[in-house]
């Protein structure tokens, strides 16, 4: 042997079980975290703080939408910082406990709001104190201690008073533990109110964005009289047994990364107190811009600093990055899901699906598979890349894909299962090319190419591993369902799955929209939106900018139809879709122009224009009947309407191939669309009042002989369609996706529409030409689930683990949520979850207790003492 036992390491390390012995106590659950949060004054605002991005400054009455979601995640506490302007600040910090400061407002509302969540109040001056500093200085400007405790107890007290849990003094003068703990022992308080020492705080560098945050940077000096100076270890100590000393509950130490000696010096001398640490601002920040700037990913170089935080002994960590990383926790157990033992169709299909893999790749097996519905889009065509909200849900038909990483290899291998249809194709990870030849539809394969080059180009990993993607799919294509976004998405989760990059839903859909502009579809992202965020049952309001979904629930007595009119329309392939679009911008820029919009030229979207003039969309629609007569505009008639050059349209407004279009029908576009976006806050409207079929019917029908008319993009067959479905008695129907061909979909009573299927049916007779798919013709459908990730054990049949556990398996019980990496492997991206970490245990003999031992023991000896002593008086 060439190696001693003892020296080899890595038989600790191979695989990922071992890895978390190795690891204990470093995990991060909920409760490790606490969030600092900055409470400005003005209660309706949201203030964004240059220096510490993403972070915002909260008014009282916008704070509770932004916590809700972060609660909901797992948040268990938060560290609440009063901001406040000038004027209101003085020598002794006034404003600090005055009833208007919004921390003391804040609080009971937080209290009521989430009554699990633990509240912290720092404490301080320098927020409120016109000299900036964090006591009470005299006349000469120098710390003077009496006041200055005495006046950080008042304070502390009026945060205990208006209920915080947990008093957090940062001002590091001498001897407020104590005073604050009496002040709160005087009002009856001390046993429910907890006090957080930062007892090692260091003068540091790392405070600057807090400090525009807070606006509580020295006007004058700096702190380096009474905070820590950096080299300080012995002082530290010291500091943080005076504050034990005097009765403290909870020990801080901050900053937290230059630190780390300091965390593990504090740990240990005081094992059985629960240590914080402070990941400040300037920490938060340097993390933020390396990541911005491409040192590092920021998900693992922030894990790794959390763990490092962990290891060397914090118990919690307050951080900026806490909704973040609650974020992450989040994701991994929603994303895996077991099939349940109704799902008999997609079941068959996954065998069949896993069956043609192990055939064609000679036995192996696909490690995961994938499902992404296809959508339709109930009502709002041709809104959405005007600004406007659409009405989708998602749908049975959906692509499957069986996936299996390959090690050591960068190589893809892409496949479909109808393979004389849509060819093989493979090529490497790191060598994605995406060439599209004009007024030809792309390839299958290159709407897989990229969703993987969107999750390359967001993630920034250099990929490890190549893969095998083997697909099969219901969705027709071209037919206005979103079978395209639909591939780009079930690449893009494939990939992320294979290299373990988690992403949210929402920046799934982010990413993989803007992945689909690599084949040159500019889409407004409701498609990956609804892809990813769709719940069973429910359809979904998606608005844009920010983009937002509300659940919309279909009334249950009414079912959907959608039925093909086998003309198909590649959106690529022609230019007809991008004229629409152009046609809008001209004229969302004619509005702002004629109506003396400043900047006109920025107006690009009809809903831009609505929201600078503040008026309804009922005005809307009458202002467009005012400015614009019926007859096509020409090229030359625009360009004096704008007066502007005829090359400035071409190049600022138009796009690379509506350039050479002479004309533009402004009017009728424009009545659509504003006409569009009110029946669909209709259509809303109805879904959560009245629940009237006939009534959401009647917005279909209207809006499908908007898009005839006014948009000029349905189709014989579509009409004819509607018109069938009319007549069999549908509620209502209308094209639906881009129009131009694709399918209608129609609204039907759900008792009634087995034979409204069958007459529909029948009106196709002798219409059907022999290349297409009758199965998926004319088919009932129900808002279905989105995106999801199932694992291998679906092949098993569950019946028998049902049998066996008594109870039905649900889709929430996924079986597994993580995959085991192979024996040796060089590379293993970890992933946070949530762990429910152990309670740390206490070592047996502290060297407090021993302290306490000695004490008791010694008192024991002195009463006995005592009492010897009267016994022999
Ligand atoms: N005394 C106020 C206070 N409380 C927390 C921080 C810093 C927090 C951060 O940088 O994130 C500071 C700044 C300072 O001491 O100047």
């Given at each position: 042997?060439?190696?001693?036992?003892?020296?080899?390491?890595?038989?600790?390390?191979?695989?990922?079980?071992?890895?978390?012995?190795?690891?204990?106590?470093?995990?991060?659950?909920?409760?490790?975290?606490?969030?600092?949060?900055?409470?400005?004054?003005?209660?309706?605002?949201?203030?964004?703080?240059?220096?510490?991005?993403?972070?915002?400054?909260?008014?009282?009455?916008?704070?509770?939408?932004?916590?809700?979601?972060?609660?909901?995640l797992g948040l268990q506490s938060v560290l609440l910082f009063g901001v406040t302007n000038k004027s209101k600040k003085d020598e002794i910090a006034s404003f600090a406990d005055a009833p208007e400061n919004p921390?003391?407002?804040?609080?009971?509302?937080?209290?009521?709001?989430?009554?699990?969540?633990?509240?912290?109040?720092?404490?301080?001056?320098?927020?409120?104190?016109?000299?900036?500093?964090?006591?009470?200085?005299?006349?000469?400007?120098?710390?003077?201690?009496?006041?200055?405790?005495?006046?950080?107890?008042?304070?502390?007290?009026?945060?205990?008073?208006?209920?915080?849990?947990?008093?957090?003094?940062?001002?590091?003068?001498?001897?407020?533990?104590?005073?604050?703990?009496?002040?709160?022992?005087?009002?009856?308080?001390?046993?429910?109110?907890?006090?957080?020492?930062?007892?090692?705080?260091?003068?540091?560098?790392?405070?600057?964005?807090?400090?525009?945050?807070?606006?509580?940077?020295?006007?004058?000096?700096?702190?380096?009289?009474?905070?820590?100076?950096?080299?300080?270890?012995?002082?530290?100590?010291?500091?943080?047994?005076?504050?034990?000393?005097?009765?403290?509950?909870?020990?801080?130490?901050?900053?937290?990364?230059?630190?780390?000696?300091?965390?593990?010096?504090?740990?240990?001398?005081?094992?059985?107190?629960?240590?914080?640490?402070?990941?400040?601002?300037?920490?938060?920040?340097?993390?933020?811009?390396?990541?911005?700037?491409?040192?590092?990913?920021?998900?693992?170089?922030?894990?790794?600093?959390?763990?490092?935080?962990?290891?060397?002994?914090?118990?919690?960590?307050?951080?900026?990055?806490?909704?973040?990383?609650?974020?992450?926790?989040?994701?991994?157990?929603?994303?895996?899901?077991?099939?349940?033992?109704?799902?008999?169709?997609?079941?068959?299909?996954?065998?069949?699906?896993?069956?043609?893999?192990?055939?064609?790749?000679?036995?192996?097996?696909?490690?995961f598979f994938v499902r992404v519905p296809g959508r339709v889009n109930l009502i709002g065509e041709h809104v959405d890349y005007n600004g406007y909200c659409v009405c989708p849900m998602a749908i049975k038909q959906?692509?499957?894909?069986?996936?299996?990483?390959?090690?050591?290899?960068?190589?893809?291998?892409?496949?479909?299962?109808?393979?004389?249809?849509?060819?093989?194709?493979?090529?490497?990870?790191?060598?994605?090319?995406?060439?599209?030849?004009?007024?030809?539809?792309?390839?299958?394969?290159?709407?897989?190419?990229?969703?993987?080059?969107?999750?390359?180009?967001?993630?920034?990993?250099?990929?490890?591993?190549?893969?095998?993607?083997?697909?099969?799919?219901?969705?027709?294509?071209?037919?206005?369902?979103?079978?395209?976004?639909?591939?780009?998405?079930?690449?893009?989760?494939?990939?992320?799955?294979?290299?373990?990059?988690?992403?949210?839903?929402?920046?799934?859909?982010?990413?993989?929209?803007?992945?689909?502009?690599?084949?040159?579809?500019?889409?407004?992202?409701?498609?990956?939106?609804?892809?990813?965020?769709?719940?069973?049952?429910?359809?979904?309001?998606?608005?844009?900018?920010?983009?937002?979904?509300?659940?919309?629930?279909?009334?249950?007595?009414?079912?959907?139809?959608?039925?093909?009119?086998?003309?198909?329309?590649?959106?690529?392939?022609?230019?007809?879709?991008?004229?629409?679009?152009?046609?809008?911008?001209?004229?969302?820029?004619?509005?702002?122009?004629?109506?003396?919009?400043?900047?006109?030229?920025?107006?690009?979207?009809?809903?831009?224009?609505?929201?600078?003039?503040?008026?309804?969309?009922?005005?809307?629609?009458?202002?467009?009947?005012?400015?614009?007569?019926?007859?096509?505009?020409?090229?030359?008639?625009?360009?004096?309407?704008?007066?502007?050059?005829?090359?400035?349209?071409?190049?600022?407004?138009?796009?690379?191939?509506?350039?050479?279009?002479?004309?533009?029908?402004?009017?009728?576009?424009?009545?659509?669309?504003?006409?569009?976006?009110?029946?669909?806050?209709?259509?809303?409207?109805?879904?959560?009042?009245?629940?009237?079929?006939?009534?959401?019917?009647?917005?279909?029908?209207?809006?499908?002989?908007?898009?005839?008319?006014?948009?000029?993009?349905?189709?014989?067959?579509?009409?004819?369609?509607?018109?069938?479905?009319?007549?069999?008695?549908?509620?209502?129907?209308?094209?639906?996706?881009?129009?131009?061909?694709?399918?209608?979909?129609?609204?039907?009573?759900?008792?009634?529409?087995?034979?409204?299927?069958?007459?529909?049916?029948?009106?196709?007779?002798?219409?059907?030409?022999?290349?297409?798919?009758?199965?998926?013709?004319?088919?009932?459908?129900?808002?279905?689930?989105?995106?999801?990730?199932?694992?291998?054990?679906?092949?098993?049949?569950?019946?028998?683990?049902?049998s066996a556990l008594g109870r039905t398996i649900s889709e929430s019980d996924g079986a597994f949520k993580d995959y085991v990496p192979k024996v040796g492997l060089i590379y293993h991206k970890e992933s946070p979850?949530?762990?429910?970490?152990?309670?740390?245990?206490?070592?047996?003999?502290?060297?407090?207790?021993?302290?306490?031992?000695?004490?008791?023991?010694?008192?024991?000896?002195?009463?006995?003492?005592?009492?010897?002593?009267?016994?022999?008086?």
């Amino acid at each position: 042997m060439d190696i001693a036992p003892e020296n080899v390491l890595h038989s600790k390390i191979f695989n990922d079980t071992l890895r978390k012995w190795q690891c204990s106590n470093t995990e991060l659950s909920p409760h490790n975290l606490m969030l600092p949060l900055f409470i400005s004054e003005s209660d309706d605002a949201i203030e964004e703080i240059s220096s510490l991005p993403e972070v915002c400054r909260f008014g009282v009455n916008r704070i509770r939408e932004f916590l809700e979601p972060i609660v909901k995640l797992g948040l268990q506490s938060v560290l609440l910082f009063g901001v406040t302007n000038k004027s209101k600040k003085d020598e002794i910090a006034s404003f600090a406990d005055a009833p208007e400061n919004p921390v003391i407002r804040v609080i009971p509302l937080l209290k009521t709001w989430f009554p699990n969540l633990t509240v912290a109040c720092d404490v301080c001056l320098c927020p409120y104190a016109s000299h900036g500093h964090c006591g009470i200085l005299t006349a000469d400007n120098i710390i003077e201690p009496k006041a200055s405790r005495k006046r950080l107890a008042e304070v502390a007290c009026s945060y205990a008073k208006a209920g915080a849990d947990i008093i957090a003094p940062s001002d590091m003068m001498d001897g407020r533990i104590k005073e604050i703990k009496s002040q709160l022992a005087e009002l009856g308080l001390i046993s429910r109110v907890c006090v957080l020492s930062y007892s090692a705080k260091f003068q540091s560098n790392f405070y600057g964005p807090f400090r525009d945050a807070a606006d509580s940077g020295a006007k004058f000096g700096d702190r380096r009289c009474y905070q820590l100076p950096c080299g300080s270890k012995g002082l530290a100590l010291s500091a943080v047994k005076r504050d034990v000393r005097e009765g403290c509950d909870l020990l801080m130490v901050k900053p937290a990364m230059p630190y780390l000696d300091i965390i593990k010096q504090t740990k240990e001398e005081y094992p059985e107190i629960p240590l914080f640490a402070y990941q400040v601002s300037g920490e938060y920040a340097m993390l933020y811009h390396g990541a911005k700037s491409g040192v590092f990913e920021l998900k693992s170089a922030l894990k790794e600093s959390l763990t490092g935080i962990r290891r060397a002994g914090a118990d919690c960590i307050i951080t900026y990055y806490s909704p973040k990383i609650l974020k992450w926790f989040q994701k991994m157990p929603q994303i895996f899901k077991t099939l349940s033992a109704d799902d008999e169709e997609l079941k068959s299909s996954f065998k069949k699906l896993n069956d043609s893999f192990v055939e064609k790749y000679n036995g192996l097996q696909p490690d995961f598979f994938v499902r992404v519905p296809g959508r339709v889009n109930l009502i709002g065509e041709h809104v959405d890349y005007n600004g406007y909200c659409v009405c989708p849900m998602a749908i049975k038909q959906s692509i499957l894909a069986a996936v299996k990483s390959v090690d050591n290899s960068l190589n893809v291998s892409m496949s479909n299962v109808e393979n004389k249809k849509y060819a093989d194709y493979s090529c490497k990870l790191d060598k994605i090319v995406i060439e599209i030849e004009s007024n030809k539809p792309p390839a299958w394969y290159q709407y897989v190419l990229c969703g993987f080059k969107g999750i390359l180009e967001t993630s920034r990993v250099q990929p490890s591993k190549g893969l095998i993607f083997h697909i099969c799919g219901t969705i027709p294509p071209a037919s206005g369902l979103s079978s395209s976004s639909a591939l780009v998405c079930a690449a893009a989760l494939s990939l992320s799955v294979v290299l373990n990059v988690d992403f949210s839903n929402t920046e799934l859909a982010e990413i993989t929209a803007k992945a689909e502009r690599h084949i040159g579809t500019e889409g407004g992202g409701m498609d990956q939106a609804i892809i990813f965020n769709a719940k069973k049952g429910t359809a979904s309001k998606i608005s844009f900018d920010p983009l937002k979904l509300t659940e919309v629930s279909i009334p249950q007595k009414g079912v959907f139809v959608i039925a093909q009119s086998m003309v198909t329309k590649n959106k690529a392939a022609s230019n007809d879709f991008n004229a629409r679009v152009v046609e809008c911008r001209l004229a969302s820029l004619i509005i702002a122009k004629k109506l003396g919009l400043n900047q006109w030229h920025e107006y690009k979207k009809l809903a831009d224009v609505q929201n600078s003039l503040k008026y309804d969309l009922g005005k809307m629609l009458q202002v467009v009947s005012e400015i614009f007569h019926g007859n096509y505009y020409s090229k030359d008639e625009v360009c004096q309407i704008l007066d502007i050059s005829e090359s400035r349209l071409e190049d600022e407004f138009l796009t690379k191939n509506t350039k050479f279009i002479e004309e533009f029908k402004l009017k009728d576009r424009a009545l659509h669309v504003f006409g569009e976006a009110l029946r669909v806050e209709m259509f809303c409207k109805i879904c959560e009042t009245t629940k009237s079929l006939p009534e959401l019917g009647r917005m279909m029908f209207e809006s499908h002989t908007s898009l005839k008319n006014y948009y000029e993009c349905s189709h014989a067959a579509l009409d004819r369609l509607v018109a069938v479905c009319s007549m069999n008695g549908a509620f209502g129907a209308r094209l639906t996706g881009a129009g131009w061909g694709g399918c209608i979909v129609a609204l039907v009573a759900a008792d009634s529409v087995a034979e409204f299927v069958k007459s529909v049916k029948a009106s196709y007779a002798g219409q059907i030409p022999t290349t297409v798919d009758t199965a998926n013709l004319i088919f009932v459908t129900k808002p279905g689930i989105g995106a999801s990730v199932f694992n291998p054990l679906i092949l098993e049949d569950n019946r028998m683990m049902e049998s066996a556990l008594g109870r039905t398996i649900s889709e929430s019980d996924g079986a597994f949520k993580d995959y085991v990496p192979k024996v040796g492997l060089i590379y293993h991206k970890e992933s946070p979850q949530l762990v429910f970490c152990k309670p740390k245990l206490m070592p047996l003999k502290s060297l407090t207790l021993e302290r306490l031992e000695k004490l008791q023991e010694d008192s024991d000896k002195a009463l006995k003492e005592a009492k010897t002593a009267q016994r022999t008086n």
